[in-house]
């Protein structure tokens, strides 16, 4: 009789930017780039990874988001910051992580890890207690970036009250 060992699988090295995509850089969002967040998310809603927003959500928030802009003028990313007020909060005030997503083609290039890390340092300049976020995937980049599961109870109020329990999101979140 024989019998297998498994071995981990080798690491995974992800190039900043793979050779054959253009370079992005980082900025928060622009009122004008509305339709082009919408067109970004669209994907990750109908896949059921995002909640539908309309499309007066992207125009009235644009300023809650960082993007990933290719050099040709392109979205590659986004992820929105919004921040709540101290009223009722453990934390004082809060920030709340949503719309995170990367288009297909850039999935695996750091991309992700670049908004999370922009998204960190605008936090940290507004003195927020705490991130929270929810995700229905796999949560590694956040769990990577030093998010913990944690009860919704901790959340802010309004924000929780939004979550819907059909779509099974795991709250995580982390001290700034």
Known sequence: MTTATLRPAAPLSHA???????????????????????ALSEPFVRSGALR????????AHAADFLVAEASDGTLQGCLALRLHPAAG??????GV???FCVAGHRQGSGLGA?????????????????L?????????????????????????????RALDPRRGARVLARGV
């Open 132 to 160: 929270f976020t929810a995700t229905t995937g796999s949560g590694r980049l956040f769990l990577r970036h030093g998010f913990t599961p944690a009860p919704v109870s901790l959340a802010p109020a309004a924000w929780a």
């Open 16 to 38: 900043p930017h793979p050779p054959c995509l253009s370079p992005v850089s980082v900025r928060p969002a622009r009122p004008g780039d509305a339709a082009a967040l919408a």
């Open 52 to 59: 539908e927003r309309p499309f007066g959500v992207y125009a």
């Open 89 to 94: 909060q453990r934390h004082g005030s809060v």
């Open 114 to 130: 670049r908004l999370l890390g922009a998204a960190l340092a605008r936090a940290r300049t507004q003195s927020l207690g705490a």
């Open 97 to 99: 992580l949503y719309n």
